[in-house]
């Protein structure tokens, strides 16, 4: 008999789901047609597998962990069979609970298909499993002199084959671009278990509809991933860091296109507003200075010889509007200025004990108006907003920050929330850049895509995954 479902709201909380087990003995024939070698209900291993980033508990029915491909066939199969639902799991780092057994079904984690499978560095590319951990492929290949560019924050402990299911980005994607932009090939199996091989490991591929690019970003609806052929570029000669402090928020936010305009391709454009600033100096003192509005990170890199006429080009936009701008050369002293960026997220636990993370994309000439709006949105609801990210692509990080032992303040949350998307919608902008949807942003989908759109990627979800057991309730309702 399944154990009882537990699932964990705060106030606020957006998740309204159908939680039930499945019908009749349905799990205790998958258990044993899978084996114990491949299925798992202890405990332990279920409360460990109940959560991701967003703070939810929802306890699984079960745990598989396959070793290999044919493995991830099998279980597919046989939830097809019996109708349990699976849900595809990384390291459970995703902020949109794409990771949580909503239906009480079965976790498949895939964390023990971690092999690096093949490095080509004649063709820069590389092949590898889903489990591997992104920042450890990042330091083997860059000790060849080699780049793998998408840099989520988790990347010491999110995988790839979640990477790829989310469609992750991170600082350096602003120049590099997205991991869509790194997947060559992808293998795996589709909802209903038939075996799937998409893409080419060519630079060109005109032969059909792009299926490889319909899986990524796919958060786990469609198929599961067992191998990857990832694309690498040379690794950058050089570069050169400037965290610039800004006197108001309009200066920092301008700054952005002034760059673009003056033929600036920066490697990562990041921004702190100043709330995020005084949050992080009181986690983790810097020595920032107090009596600015909004920090800019702005890194350039490429050949040695080319370092000495971008930074003058840069300091030339920065001068007569920045106040102060700190500039590092050596690895050492970026990382100094980049742990500044990395304790924004851990600091904000000094405005409130819960967060709402929304991941919000405008188009960069809206950035100043959208970041009025969110000032403005804070200001009606005297909520704790507090602001940063990947300027340079318009992806902001918007925290809401509250207290949940405050009812009258965790009530203002939702409504918050919904007039964050509405401004976004004003942009024409989408209500995630990466994230996901999941189950957070699933109520908030249909506004942002058009009817017809939204009506073909149901479709397209019930043709990879008639049977409906692949991450269901997921993105859809």
Known sequence: MPLAISVRRRPGDRLALPLWPMAGDALARFAAELGPSLFSADPVGLV????DATNEFVL????VRPRQAAEVGAVLAAANRHGVPIVPRGAGTGFSGGALAVRHGVVLDLQGMNRILDLDEAAMTVRVEPGVVTFHLQELVEARQLYYPPDPASSKICTIGGNVAENAGGPHCVKYGVTRDYVLVVEGFTGDGRPLRAGKPTLKNRAGYNLKDLLIGSEGTLGVFTS????LVPKPEAAVLFAA?????DAA????NTLWHA???PASLEFMDEAALRAVERHAPFGLPRHYQALLLIEVDGRAEEMAGLRQRVEGCLRGVAGEVRVATMAAERAALWEIRRKASPAMRAFGTKKANEDIVVPRQHIPAAMR?????????ALNIISFGHIGDGNIHVNIMYDADNPEEARKVPVAIQEVFDLVGQFDGAVSGEHGIGIAKKPYLPRNLDPVSYDLMRSIK???DPNGVLNPHKIFY
């Open 48 to 51: 460990c597998h109940a959560y």
């Open 60 to 63: 699984p029915a079960g745990v």
């Open 228 to 231: 990857i052929l990832l694309r």
């Open 245 to 249: 402090f800004f006197p108001d928020l």
């Open 253 to 256: 936010t301008g700054m952005v």
């Open 263 to 265: 033929g600036i391709n």
């Open 373 to 381: 709006g969110l000032r403005a949105i804070a200001e009606r609801h």
């Open 462 to 464: 019930r043709i990879f």
